[in-house]
């Protein structure tokens, strides 16, 4: 009996020294394969990832200014306009009223000229003719509806917003829903415009039809 009991200490002896010959052994290796990823990451950095200005899908062209223009959500969110990565317009900047909001910027340097809003539903129309005639040569003039931006238009304006090159000034209404990128005296028309009706049948919010958003590269005007 004292010889097998011997025995089993022995034993039991035996299997404790093995485990912790096992345990230890497991815990250097864990310490060398955790050691490994960390070395790895000191030569395998994480690329940033490069965005687009004005959170356009790629980067524009050489030569070509990026922007983004939303009109307005019903009478509720205002517009927002962005130009090279600058914000000009936006309700965040608490810039932006109801009818037409109306951005400036220099052709050839990018640089902002000016920013205004003008009332086309209870507004002087004539506040608008005054500022649509002063425009300088070589500006692009950014446009963006919000609530109403046509009651108070008349055959002037709308003939002054045609020669910057929009196709929709002469059908501008009450409530329609409106983006434009023109330019002073702008030959043909330009390619950067969206216009939705105000329509009961087809509108998304109640009285309004969507907002609209147009992006894209217009090419700088070379002096």
Same mark, same amino acid.
């Given at each position: 009996?004292?010889?097998?009991?011997?025995?089993?200490?022995?034993?039991?002896?035996?299997?404790?020294?093995?485990?912790?010959?096992?345990?230890?052994?497991?815990?250097?290796?864990?310490?060398?394969?955790?050691?490994?990823?960390?070395?790895?990451?000191?030569?395998?950095?994480?690329?940033?990832?490069?965005?687009?200005?004005?959170?356009?899908?790629?980067?524009?062209?050489?030569?070509?200014?990026?922007?983004?223009?939303?009109?307005?959500?019903?009478?509720?969110?205002?517009?927002?306009?962005?130009?090279?990565?600058?914000?000009?317009?936006?309700?965040?900047?608490?810039?932006?009223?109801?009818?037409?909001?109306?951005?400036?910027?220099?052709?050839?340097?990018?640089?902002?000229?000016?920013?205004?809003?003008?009332?086309?539903?209870?507004?002087? *129309?004539? +506040?608008?003719? &005054?500022? #649509? =005639?002063?425009?300088?040569?070589?500006?692009?003039? $950014?446009?963006?509806?919000? @609530?109403?931006?046509?009651?108070?238009?008349?055959?002037?304006?709308?003939?002054?917003?045609?020669?910057?090159?929009?196709?929709?000034?002469?059908?501008?209404?009450?409530?329609?829903?409106? *983006?434009? +990128?023109?330019? &002073?005296? #702008? =030959?043909?028309?330009?390619?950067?415009?969206?216009? $939705?009706?105000?329509?009961? @049948?087809?509108?998304?919010?109640?009285?309004?039809?969507?907002?609209?958003?147009?992006?894209?590269?217009?090419?700088?005007?070379?002096?």
């Amino acid at each position: 009996m004292r010889v097998s009991g011997v025995l089993r200490f022995l034993a039991l002896v035996f299997a404790l020294v093995s485990t912790w010959i096992f345990i230890r052994s497991y815990i250097s290796l864990n310490a060398k394969t955790i050691r490994l990823p960390r070395w790895l990451s000191l030569v395998t950095k994480e690329i940033p990832v490069m965005r687009a200005k004005c959170g356009l899908a790629k980067p524009c062209p050489k030569e070509f200014f990026a922007f983004k223009i939303s009109s307005g959500a019903a009478n509720v969110v205002g517009p927002t306009m962005c130009f090279e990565n600058q914000v000009i317009m936006s309700p965040v900047k608490n810039n932006v009223g109801r009818g037409l909001n109306i951005a400036l910027v220099n052709g050839t340097t990018g640089m902002v000229l000016t920013q205004k809003c003008f009332d086309m539903y209870s507004g002087e *129309v004539k +506040l608008l003719v &005054k500022f #649509l =005639k002063e425009i300088p040569e070589g500006a692009l003039v $950014l446009v963006a509806s919000y @609530d109403d931006p046509g009651t108070r238009l008349n055959d002037e304006t709308r003939k002054l917003l045609s020669s910057l090159g929009s196709s929709y000034a002469k059908q501008l209404g009450f409530r329609d829903s409106w *983006v434009f +990128l023109g330019a &002073k005296d #702008l =030959k043909d028309k330009s390619p950067f415009e969206q216009f $939705l009706k105000n329509n009961p @049948d087809t509108n998304k919010y109640e009285g309004w039809p969507e907002l609209l958003e147009l992006e894209g590269c217009v090419p700088r005007k070379i002096p």
